[in-house]
């Protein structure tokens, strides 16, 4: 029989909205001045390897501080929260909060096309993706949906064999795909109004979790959550 198990409520809500906030802001990357991949790296990698294959040293220089910029922001995602196992009493909402005001200050610099935008955009997302945390096996990336898709195959492959499904896996990965999808749909949306503007809005979605899961935690502490 497949394995069944659960995810706290909060949990549930909580990746849902932060792969929403993803899908939003990288819409809002792609649409913008540079049309740029924000939330994920795959794209920004490859664009580092031809610009230096063909000897373009600014743009070399901006896809490496692209890089750069979101590994400090999961550098610091991990010295906040500082564990992976999903869990109440940890520090997520510090990590939110940043986040957040990273967003706020990126927008009047994409504002102005300035490339220090996406920089700090780059280093919300690697700040959130940071936060990459495991229940019982579950493991919640809320950034990017790669990998979430690769997962959500090889389920499938071991349904077609008869194999057991892990459901409470299928679930996460149904939840960020839907979910940052669905962020895709508003953050084009909101562009066609709002221009880079339209980041003010994951902005403020991202400081009101941080600051209602601070709320959460201080009503919940000590209640029963779980582990790994």
Known sequence: MPVLRQLPRWA??????LAFIAGLVNAAGYMGFRHQSISNLTGSTTLLGISLG????????????SLLAFVVG???SGAIVQKSTLKLGRPYGVALVLESLLLFVAVPLLEREWSTGLWLASMACGLQNGMVSAYSGAVFRTTHVSGM???????????????????LRVRVCLLV????????????????????RSLLIPATLTGLCG??????RQFNDGAPTGSA
């Open 74 to 76: 999961a550098m610091a």
């Open 211 to 216: 600051l209602g899961y601070g709320l959460y």
């Open 54 to 65: 063909t000897g373009d040293g600014g743009e070399a220089l901006h896809w490496a501080l």
């Open 12 to 17: 549930w809500v909580g990746g849902g909205v």
């Open 177 to 196: 795909i839907g979910s940052f999808m669905l962020g895709g749909v508003a953050g084009a949306l909101l562009f066609e109004h709002l221009r880079e």
């Open 149 to 167: 898709f690769t997962d959500l195959g090889i389920y499938l492959g071991h349904r077609l064999r008869g194999l057991d499904v892990d459901m």
